[in-house]
């Protein structure tokens, strides 16, 4: 039989000009067999590329499959990788261009099957290899006086048009560089990857295929090319550990294209590569047109005046760098000059829109998934939610049904950890709204595999996972956090394991701290699950003794504690008072309310910090008629600075509004603060300026002018104006100003 003639092509992962060049090469090569580099498991599904479905960027996905214990897929210890393209790949083109020309198409790298082996597995391997990675570019880029690779690639074969094939010169310049590393620098994986490549070469040629493309990274086109034994190959390849994989293609985006993702074969902007690609004449006036065209649609004046000074500014830079075309660097320089006059936002929102050029790829339909992406994918078209790489706010009404099951499946998927949806705060501030940023992400299709441990529908896998969460919760508040996603995502089935669980628990538990941290979900969960329609009765019976047990545990629990203490209580205090304000029971209320007049009522054993804390929760709730004489009491000369600092850090938390309409507590803070010792009074500053510092601007204005009209004053009478030496007395009054968020003119 004769040898067929095999051709390497040497490419620069997703590079636009290597994708141009390979494409006519191999037009003009006419292969009738094209061996990529990827992972040959993959060789059964590549003809989907070929489907008009298919849009990039998309990925090769491989993964290890669920087992059979059911165990979820993060503790069985899977593995996953992926494989991406764009349409400015070169592999992405040698695909599309093997299809349609009737070409065999298989992939050549090592299977994934040896390269996802658990860490254990791999051990041996792993400790042959030495901790090398070279970067074969940025040397060529050094060596021809850049200092930045990608430009230098750019310059070199992107921005090439027309001329002799670039492939003999990249192949040589690889020889020349692997020979000045030396073997010793390649690690052992890389040589068994070329060892497998080198034999997928041979088996093509044993098959009969008389022309024979390979395309590959151009690093190893030496490796390729070199007479290498098979028995070497063989040798190299024997007893490597594998594992069982499956393999199937997913959409990609090109935020994970970029390099800045993490993605190691990742570039510097897929936005601008892919309009180098599809614009092959004219791209820079045609990226500044867009880019104008994008100004003009934020409400930017940018004229065709200024499209013109900024191609001819972007071409003159390229002119005094020596460089063939104007690159990415040159036009976002021009950019920034001429269409956004130096404005740097402008620039940002192009470099978003534009030189990442974020997009989402598709599949078609018959391609490979697991039966829970097939139900999610089911669910996102009966509910028209449609997934996007771009982040978007959705609002969602909850009256409305369509709204309702969107909401309950964001919920769910949440409980399986695929945050398609994070609930962001509402613009409104009825019960009936959410609001959603949706963002979709390719790692979610690993999600989705992992979780489909759980089951083949969302619904099913959610509940599942949600008992799951309920048996292994480690403490009353990890429960009750279960048991409001499970209403919100009204997980009916799973509700009554989740119950007992969280019944039990709070049966037992006998930590206030922790009953008041499980109170605010369970009371969420209860006030909306009507919103929903849900059935909240055996939530209703754990909420009402969680409330009794806080109320009366209450008053020892919070005797005798220090700072730190106080101020993670002071959290819990403020959360089970806002929790049954939303609940709105009057006899929670009632209940609430006098156990924290009974710690008041003895102040002596309470923090300042809490002591401040709860009078301003009883006076806002108006329980209270004689505030102003306990402020006066708190902050008195006989008071330890720090006791009353942290009394009135307690009592001004809850917002500015008090000083701005009660003159008398005004008088109070500022005559106290005033009368501190210098020593005193440096101490206490941080934390003064940490409570004012919370309060609106308005409110920190209208405070800090009222003191300033000298109608707050403390203690005696104030002298009358003749008799106060002002020169000596403006820093205090700007000083006390300032931390009250007014300055002076």
Do not use: N
Not at 170 to 192: C, F, K, N, T, Y
Not at 234 to 242: A, C, E, Q, S, T
Not at 358 to 365: K, S
Not at 685 to 700: D, H, I, M, S, V
Request: aromatic letters at 6%.
């Amino acid at each position: 039989m004769t040898a067929g003639r095999v051709e390497v092509f040497g490419i620069r992962h997703h590079g636009p000009g290597s994708a141009r060049a390979l494409r006519g090469a191999l037009e003009e090569f006419g292969p009738d067999a094209i061996l990529i580099e990827g992972p040959p498991e993959a060789d059964g599904i590549v003809e989907l590329a070929g489907d008009p479905g298919m849009v990039p960027p998309v990925a090769l996905l491989a993964y290890s499959p669920a087992g059979t214990s059911g165990a979820p897929a993060r503790e069985d210890g899977r593995r996953a990788a992926f494989w991406p393209f764009a349409e400015f790949s070169p592999e992405w083109q040698a695909i599309r261009y093997g299809l349609a020309a009737g070409a065999a198409v298989r992939f050549c790298d090592l299977p994934a099957a040896h390269q996802l082996v658990p860490p254990e597995q791999a051990e041996d391997t792993e400790k042959q290899a030495e901790d090398v990675r070279l970067d074969p570019l940025g040397t060529l880029a050094k060596a021809a006086g850049y200092d930045d690779a990608e430009r230098w690639w750019d310059d070199v074969v992107e921005h090439r048009h027309e001329g002799p094939s670039p492939f003999p010169a990249i192949a040589e310049a690889m020889a020349e560089l692997r020979e000045r590393v030396g073997p010793s620098r390649v690690d052992r994986r890389e040589e068994q990857r070329e060892a497998h490549m080198r034999r997928t070469v041979r088996r093509a040629r044993k098959e009969g295929f008389e022309r024979i493309a390979v395309v590959c990274g151009a690093w190893h086109v030496p490796a390729l090319t070199a007479k290498v034994p098979a028995a070497h190959d063989d040798r190299m390849l024997r007893g490597l550990p594998k594992t069982k994989i499956a393999m199937t293609w997913v959409p990609w985006t090109h935020g994970r294209l970029a390099g800045r993702s993490g993605y190691g074969a990742g570039v510097r902007s897929p936005g601008w590569y892919h309009h180098l690609f599809a614009a092959p004449d004219r791209p820079v006036e045609r990226w500044l047109a867009a880019a104008a065209r994008l100004l003009r649609e934020e409400d930017l004046h940018v004229s065709s005046a200024h499209v013109i000074e900024a191609v001819r500014l972007a071409e003159t830079l390229a002119a005094l760098r020596d460089r063939p075309l104007a690159g990415l660097d040159e036009v976002t320089e021009a950019t920034r000059a001429v269409l956004c006059e130096g404005a740097e936002l402008p620039v940002e929102l192009i470099r978003t829109r534009m030189v990442v050029g974020e997009r989402l790829g598709a599949v078609p339909d018959r391609t490979p998934m697991v039966p829970l992406q097939r139900d999610l994918q089911a669910e996102q078209r009966r509910l028209r939610l449609k997934p996007s790489a771009l982040e978007r706010e959705q609002d969602l009404d909850l009256r409305k049904p369509t709204d309702l099951q969107r909401s309950r499946l964001l919920h769910r998927l949440r409980l399986l950890d695929v945050d398609w949806g994070v609930p962001a705060e509402s613009r409104s501030k009825g019960t009936f709204r959410e609001t959603w940023t949706l963002m979709w992400r390719p790692e979610f299709d690993v999600e989705l595999i992992e979780a489909s441990a759980w089951g083949t529908t969302v619904r099913d896998a959610t509940t599942a996972r949600a008992e799951a969460l309920a048996a292994g919760a480690a403490a009353l508040p990890d429960l009750t956090s279960v048991a409001e996603r499970c209403l919100l995502a009204d997980l009916g089935d799973a509700l009554p394991t989740v119950m007992r669980a969280l019944a039990d628990r709070a049966a037992l538990d006998t930590d206030v701290a922790h009953l008041m941290a499980a109170l605010p979900a369970l009371v969420r969960a209860l006030r909306y699950g009507d919103v929903r329609g849900t059935a909240t009765g055996p939530l209703r019976t754990v909420v009402d003794g969680l409330v009794v047990r806080i109320c009366v545990g209450l008053p020892p629990a919070v005797s005798g504690l220090d700072d730190d203490a106080a101020r993670d209580f002071l959290g819990h205090v403020d959360a089970v008072h806002g929790a049954l304000a939303l609940l709105a029971d009057e006899a929670h209320l009632d209940r609430w309310r006098a156990a924290l007049k009974a710690l008041i009522a003895r102040p002596e054993t309470l923090h300042g910090l809490l002591e401040g804390r709860v009078t301003r929760l009883l006076l806002d709730a108006g329980r209270l008629d004689d505030v102003p004489a306990r402020m006066a009491r708190a902050v008195s000369v006989g008071a330890a600075p720090a006791r009353a600092a942290a009394w009135v850090e307690g009592f001004l938390s809850g917002g500015g509004l008090v000083l701005v309409h009660d003159e008398e507590l005004l008088r109070l803070v500022d005559g106290w603060i005033a009368g501190l010792p210098a020593d005193a009074f440096t101490d206490v500053l941080p934390l003064l300026r940490r409570t004012f510092g919370a309060y609106a601007a308005a409110e920190r204005r209208t405070i800090g002018e009222r003191v300033r009209r000298a109608g707050a004053g403390a203690g005696p009478p104030r002298p009358p104006a003749g008799d106060v030496d002002e020169k000596r007395a403006a820093p205090a009054v700007a000083t006390a100003l300032r931390v009250l968020g007014w300055e002076a003119p």
